[in-house]
Structures are given as structure tokens and as C-alpha cells.
């Protein structure tokens, strides 16, 4: 039998966020406290640093440990089906950024390929879009997974206006190099703790909790190893590389939505 941990595996500002709100917890120093159940998780890391690894690691979390349901945004659908059978009926899987308010308690993953997919006429107005969620995702109890190869790739209102908690993965010094200015020199400090922590050549063993000032050690599993389960843990690892060329060019290649308007309104007429 796999080794399956509990949440303790987790640092107590993640813990704070996947619990239900109210639930009661112990951090880990034997005290009690009282979950605040929303907000956002960043998983911060350069490309194939395992982000959206650990991303899964916490989902499988969640699911065995509370009675969220979980979305994926905007996943291909053949994706969805190399998903562990113990998930089944408990992650969903819309489309675009506005389906995730239907899912009211959620754990909602967004990778970051996602986040780039689903904009819908610019950066601005994905900005906007991500600056109106900040302010109401405490009011559907919603936590967000947010898996990112920068900081700056995170709408700054998402930092300010909700309960926040960032584990950091491997970054390489090309990216740490455009990091925002009040996030780099942290983010060098954490790259510091994991390569005295590690055992593996790209830290994908341990994270750094920012808030909780520690290296935690990561859960890898089964069903993301590639010797048990090639095909499948390949999929859940580059999601996206699933996708079929006639979706991903409609996504990427997609027209501005005010456009699309103008032209369904044309139709109509």
C-alpha cells in the first residue's frame, strides 16, 4: 500500500487554507486554531520544478482528508480521465475562470498555462477579472491553487486583498533575474534553504513555506509515477500538451471578446 500522508505534511498557512473554514486544526506546536478556509496558494517555480506536481500532491490531500470538491480549470478533457479512481466525483473541470464561482467551498487549481489560456481579450482584462475574484472568493469559501513561474505573472490585488500563503519551488537565474522587486530578494533567500535541504539536482523533494519561514518536504504520489502509471502520470504532469491543436489554437489564437460580440451581435441581426 502506497504511503498516503495526513495534512500534517503540509505548513500550517496551507493547512490554514484547504481546511473547511472552521474546522480545528493543530499548527504543529500542539495549540488549536480555527481555519480560515479561503484564500490563495501560490506555487511559485521556474518550468518543470514540479509545481503542478505538488499542485496534485495537495488536491490528493484535500480529498481524502475533507469534503471540498475541487476544480480544475480549464483542463482538456483526456486529462481528466488518466485522474486517480479515488478522485472520481469530486473534481470538476470547467472551462473558464467564471464557472470556478458555481463550485461554492471549492480547492480550485489554476495552472499557470491555464491562467494564460483563458485570458479573454488581454492581460488588462484578465487583471480586472482576477482584481473583482480577489474580492469575493472569501464569500464562496473558494481557495485558489496558483501555480506561476513568477510573481509578477500574480495580479498584485490577489496579494493584497485576501489570505495568502506561497511555497516556493527550484527558479533558474534567468527568471529570478525579472522577479518583482519586493518578492526577490525572499525568493533568493528560499532558493538558498532548499539547496541546503535537497536531495535532488532540481529541488523537486522540498519547497520553502515564505510565511512559515521553513523547508517542508514534498509528497510524491503514486499515481504521478511514470513507472506505474507512464501514460497517465504524463498527462496529469503537461496537461496541456493533451490538449488537441483545433482547441489549443482557439484558445491562444481566439479573436478579443469584444470582437466576438460585435460579430455575434452581427449574426443575430
Known amino acids: 500500500m502506497s504511503y498516503e500522508p495526513g495534512m500534517e505534511w503540509l505548513p500550517p498557512t496551507f493547512q490554514d487554507l484547504l481546511y473547511p473554514a472552521g474546522h480545528i486544526f493543530d499548527p504543529g506546536n500542539g495549540s488549536k486554531r480555527e481555519a480560515y478556509g479561503t484564500g490563495i496558494i501560490t506555487l511559485l517555480g521556474s518550468a518543470r520544478s514540479a509545481k503542478t506536481s505538488l499542485a496534485y500532491a495537495i488536491i490528493d490531500t484535500v480529498i481524502r482528508e475533507t469534503k471540498r470538491p475541487c476544480s480544475f480549470i480549464g483542463f482538456p478533457d483526456i486529462v481528466m480521465s488518466a485522474m486517480p479512481k479515488h478522485w472520481e466525483g469530486r473534481v470538476f473541470n470547467p472551462k473558464d475562470f467564471e464557472k470556478m464561482l458555481e463550485f461554492k467551498g471549492a480547492v480550485v487549481l489554476c495552472d499557470d498555462t491555464a491562467v494564460s489560456l483563458n485570458a479573454r481579450d488581454s492581460m488588462t482584462t484578465e487583471s480586472k477579472f482576477m482584481s473583482r475574484l480577489a474580492g469575493i472568493i472569501s464569500h464562496r469559501d473558494l481557495t485558489l ?125
Open 145 to 269: 491553487i496558483l501555480t506561476t513561474q513568477s510573481m509578477s505573472g500574480i495580479d498584485l490585488s490577489l496579494t493584497r486583498m485576501t489570505q495568502l500563503a506561497v511555497g516556493i519551488r527550484r527558479m533558474s537565474p534567468g527568471t529570478l533575474k525579472g522577479e518583482r522587486a519586493n518578492w526577490i530578494h525572499e525568493v533568493i533567500n528560499a532558493q538558498e534553504e532548499l539547496k541546503a535541504h535537497t536531495k535532488d539536482q532540481n529541488y523537486r523533494d522540498v519547497f520553502y513555506s515564505l510565511y512559515d519561514e521553513c523547508i517542508c518536504y514534498s509528497w510524491f504520489p503514486d499515481f504521478l509515477n511514470k513507472k506505474i502509471r507512464p501514460k497517465e502520470a504524463d498527462m496529469l504532469s503537461k496537461p496541456f500538451g493533451y490538449m488537441s491543436l483545433k482547441e489549443l489554437k482557439d484558445r491562444v489564437l481566439r479573436p478579443p471578446r469584444s470582437q466576438r460580440k460585435k460579430k455575434e451581435s452581427e449574426n443575430d441581426d
